[in-house]
């Protein structure tokens, strides 16, 4: 289970598609409930290469993104929080 924590630091950087396959061999277990995306964790440890690919993308897009200007205003009532 350590190998699964070494990732919490490393938010910001992108993670390359080994780290992510070996994440999800050691880390996600088997017999779990869904979460709300209703997604189990043997569909994710049974992806296709073409799935893997879609996902790799995603995780490193959402690793990276610079979330501390993106404040979104609604309505004009909620403004930036920084």
């Known amino acids: 289970m350590e190998f ?7 938010l910001g950087e992108e993670l390359t598609s080994q780290e992510i396959k070996k994440y999800v061999a050691m880390c996600l277990k088997s ?3 869904t979460g709300q995306d209703r997604c189990s964790n043997e569909l ?7 799935e893997f690919q879609f996902v790799n993308m995603w995780v490193n897009d959402v690793l990276t993104r610079d979330t501390s200007r993106q404040r979104l205003t609604m ?6 929080l920084d």
Request: proline residues 0%.
């Open 44 to 50: 994710t440890k049974t992806m296709t290469d073409e």
């Open 75 to 80: 309505n004009g009532t909620i403004s930036e």
């Open 31 to 33: 017999g779990k409930s």
């Open 4 to 10: 699964c924590q070494t990732y919490v630091g490393r």
